[in-house]
């Protein structure tokens, strides 16, 4: 005959497989997150994919002009 489990061993089984669990599942987004992510050969070129105009184009066309507000 099968005895049952008493009430507190189970309980521990059931937090000990709760806590492996919840490290499983972080582990696997902690590599989701951080390790598997795809890097770019060069950095993204924000003006280009906005199709704006560079930073080096609008500062030579507009004069920088600092004004003087004291009173």
């Known amino acids: 005959m099968d005895t049952p489990i008493p009430k507190s ?5 059931e937090i000990s497989l709760a806590l492996i669990l919840k490290i499983l599942l972080l582990t696997g987004l902690w590599f989701l ?15 280009a994919r906005f199709d704006l105009p560079s930073l080096n ?14 009173r």
């Open 57 to 70: 184009a609008s500062s030579t066309t507009q004069p920088t002009q600092e004004f003087n507000h004291v």
């Open 33 to 47: 997150l951080f390790r598997w992510q795809a890097k770019p050969e060069h950095p993204a070129d924000i003006a």
């Open 9 to 13: 061993n189970r309980l521990r089984w």
